[in-house]
């Protein structure tokens, strides 16, 4: 079955412990993107990623690191996680950058203490 | 960028169609218009997209007016798995190391109830 996939599906942690939450996408697709989404905020893009190696900056990337050092995965990276980054995230991939449906995760709801 | 308008909420009734609309006065030449959908705390879902012409898929149907100002989505007999909030997006093109961003920019969208 095609699909992204997301780990863990909650976390609850403490401030300054980092945590890296995964993502996977088993549909071969270039273009993979991280979103927040926060009540009243809705969805904002963190990170982006065109293709293998290649990463760049969305609306609300302070505080994220991404990398990309296989096509099928996209992890995202809390060094010193922070309360105002308790969130609802989403990971999103799609075939290319260009005019193609994304595809979203099943979120990862993450507390931050 | 162009911006999107959707009312806040609607309803409708079971088996009924539901008729989602989105002005995007601002569209230019180039960008679609996309609908997605989710469902209390999901990931988003693509439901359909379109550029000029009318389009219909197994979810939906997708009515452009000829000036590409505004859209509609239809559900044609709405159940009640169909409760959820749906988004109208018109696809953003930025530069970018690489290559273009085409992020999908999501606004307040439409709180769609659908009700026995």
């Known amino acids: 079955e095609a699909q992204v996939t997301q780990n863990p599906r909650y976390l609850i942690t403490v401030t300054g412990k980092k945590l890296t939450v995964t993502c996977s996408q088993n549909?071969?697709?270039?273009?993979m993107s991280w979103y927040r989404q926060d009540p009243g905020l809705g969805l904002r893009q963190i990170y982006y990623?065109?293709?293998?190696?290649?990463?760049d900056k969305g609306d609300v990337p302070e505080g994220y690191k991404v990398s990309r050092k296989e096509k099928r995965n996209f992890p995202l990276i809390l060094e010193s996680p922070s309360p105002n980054q308790t969130s609802l995230y989403f990971c999103?991939?799609?075939?290319?950058?260009?005019?193609?449906?994304?595809?979203f995760g099943p979120g990862t709801r993450l507390t931050v203490l | 960028d162009a911006k999107t308008t959707q009312p806040t909420s609607m309803d409708c009734a079971e088996g009924r169609a539901a008729n989602l609309p989105c002005n995007h006065s601002?569209?230019?030449?180039?960008?679609?218009v996309y609908w997605y959908r989710q469902i209390h705390s999901q990931g988003p879902q693509y439901i359909i997209h379109?550029?000029?012409n009318n389009e219909t898929n197994e979810m939906a149907s997708l009515i452009i007016t000829e000036d590409r100002k505004s859209s509609t989505l239809i559900l044609p007999h709405a159940t009640l798995r169909d409760t959820a909030v749906y988004y109208c997006?018109?696809?953003?093109?930025?530069?970018?190391?690489?290559?273009?961003?085409?992020?999908?920019?999501f606004g307040k969208g439409t709180l769609l109830t659908v009700n026995p």
């Open positions: 379109g550029l000029k």
């Open positions: 549909m071969n697709h270039e273009y």
């Open positions: 999103a991939s799609s075939l290319s950058g260009g005019p193609d449906t994304q595809y």
């Open positions: 601002t569209i230019s030449g180039n960008e679609y």
């Open positions: 990623s065109m293709n293998v190696e290649v990463t």
């Open positions: 997006i018109v696809r953003v093109g930025l530069g970018g190391s690489g290559g273009s961003n085409y992020k999908l920019t």
